[in-house]
Every structure is written in C-alpha cells, then in structure tokens.
C-alpha cells in the first residue's frame, strides 16, 4: 500500500564542540544557460552530518548529487540558503591519480600542494601503504594499479589533505561487483581508524546502507530532500542483515515515490 512521503525534519546544527559537522540549511542551486531558461539542480535541501558521522547521498542521476559536494568544499556557491561547515576536500569519481607520478608521489601530493618538502611528504604518505593494503606498490605507477588499489591510493591523497571532511562522489562507481564489495568494508575500516566526517554521494542505496550513519533520498531534479534515514544498526553490516535489507526496500519505496511519471522529464 502506497504512504505518503512525509517532509524530512530540520537538520540539527553542526556539534558546536568539534565544528566538524556538515549542515546544509535550504539550499538551492540554479546553472544559467546561454539563450534559454536556466536548469534548477538542487532546490531547498537540508541535510546534516554530526562530527564523526558518514551522511551517504542518494537519487536519481541527474538530481544534483555532484554538485551537493561542490557546494559543501567551496567549489560552487549556493543561489539560495546556508552552509555551515569546516574545510572540506572533494574525491571525485575518477581517481585523477597523475601517470608520471608513483603511487606514493600521488598519495603525498595534496602535502606537497602544502609545500611539505618531497622526501617528508613521501615518507608520511608511506607510512600509510601497509594499513592501507598497499605495501609494496609504493613505487607503482598508476597503470600498473588495479582499480581497487588506484582507489586507495585517491582515497590515501584525500585523507592525508588534512581536511575534517571528506566528500566522497561515487568513489566505487567504476568498480566491478566483487571489487566495489571488498572497498566498501576496506572504507569502513579505513574510517573507523581515522575517524572524519564523510558525505557520501552514491546511485547505490545498498552501498549507502552499508556505510551510512544516515541516508539522505533527493528527488529527480530539481533535487529536494524526500527522506532521511538513520541507520543504527551495528557495524560491520551484512547485505543480508534484516536491518539492511528493510532500510533498502524502504529507500527504494521513497525513491520510486518521488519518481516522475514515465515520459515525464527528469
């Protein structure tokens, strides 16, 4: 039997304590384009992730996920609402390592960036391969990577940028099932040893139910927020764990709710 979706809550502040929440506060986002009327992406969206939390992001394609995390690191500014967060530091979905670089020269590049010299940045990005599972490919160049392995290290190069929030934008997308199944616990035991807060943006609702503490559902585009879920079961989670699999079919009801009619625009 079909419910009714219900408006979302308003989001809490960010914690005052550490100043590593996310909050997002009714934000909207419209691209102008040349000769006709400008393309609405994101419209009011209110979302939140305390210090600590994983906010995973999911809808349609098209509804204004990517640029979520754009507007959150400082990249676009909104046309609409506030956003109250600490630095931020984006991965996006292709892993952008540089083929002239080794695995360790591309991991220690945003410490470069931050002029630590070469043979300091090298070694703490080192330092790092083992717990990582990539010791030994310290001197590998990308192409020589598996894709699981680039998306480490992108990952290792997003963490070591220092920055209290990593948004993470499909980072699994490219991956093959068995790959993309082995990063998603390799991420969640990544996080619980270097704790930060994560905005997850994902097509997967499974994926987001694995690792989120909440899920956050927008619409097709112009993307609102439909729902937002917590997830409060204990990690690590199971596909198979009764809590999973009811907080998927539940997402997947809100989404198919908030679907356009066939043949209507996205």
Known sequence: MATELKAPPAPSPPDAATGEGVLVENVSRTYSQRGGPGVQALCEVSVRAHGGELLAVVGPSGCGKSTLLELICGLQRPDGGSIVCPPAVLMPQHDLLLPWLSAVDNAALALRIA????????????????????????????AELSGGMRQRVAFLRTLLSGKPVLCLDEPFGALDAITRGEMQAWLSQALAREPRTVVLVTHDVEEAILLADRVAILSARPGRVLEQLEVSAPRPRARTDGAVIALRERALGVLKLGAPPLGGGA
């Open 115 to 142: 002029r630590l010299p070469r043979e300091q940045a090298r070694r703490r990005a080192a330092a790092l391969f083992e717990e990582l599972g990539l010791d030994g490919f310290q001197d590998a160049r990308p």
